[in-house]
């Protein structure tokens, strides 16, 4: 423990981060908890007649399955076995063309942070939950975890709107067409 400890220091002197030693060390003391398998799981989420994958990975029990409201801009997951570990992550990996924008996540209702990274297509989400925010925040064992992003899929597909467009653009052109002809 004492030579990562060091290795650990010369690497944060080296980056000039020796204020964050205190941190690499607690980090460290959880590392066994920490190296647990990471469950995965892909869920479809339908939407109209299309599905999107939606990944999940944590520590924690998967959930049965994810729940996609367009109307509250979410997903939804129950996550279980809270109580289990001292320090657990969460992430979930969105299709942007689904659900995206600015994320904020709750647990039981309560507001938690979130790492949000962005790519073209996805966006996934990571959520490092504590025991002490279970406790202290009286979330018990099995809570909600709501995701809610700023854009969602439209009601109508992007397709759709253009040939709706178009139609709209067609039938003003012809309706000024016909008025000038008549006398």
């Known amino acids: 423990m004492q030579n990562k400890i060091v290795i650990t220091s010369a690497i944060l ?21 920490m190296k647990m398998k990471m469950n995965q799981m892909m869920y479809d989420v339908m939407f109209e007649d299309r599905a999107f994958q939606v990944m999940v990975m944590s520590d924690y ?10 109307e509250q801009r979410s997903i939804s997951v129950e996550v279980k076995n809270l109580m289990m570990m001292d320090m657990a992550h969460f992430e979930i990996t969105i299709p942007n063309e689904l659900l995206s924008g600015e994320f904020t996540a709750t647990l039981g209702g309560k507001q938690i942070k979130l790492i949000q990274d962005d790519k073209e297509m996805e966006t996934t989400l990571h959520e490092n939950i504590m025991k002490s925010f279970i406790e202290e925040n009286g979330i018990g064992d099995s809570a909600m975890m709501v995701v809610t992003g700023t854009e969602v899929i439209p009601e109508f597909p992007i397709g759709m709107m253009i040939v709706l467009f178009g139609a709209f653009g067609m039938s003003t052109a012809l309706i000024m067409i016909a008025r000038r002809r008549i006398p």
Do not use: C, N
Request: proline share 10%; net charge negative.
């Open 13 to 33: 002197v080296t980056l000039g981060l020796l204020a964050s030693l205190p941190t690499a060390i607690q980090a460290q003391e959880m590392m066994p908890e």
């Open 61 to 70: 029990d998967l959930p049965e399955s994810i729940e996609f409201s367009q």
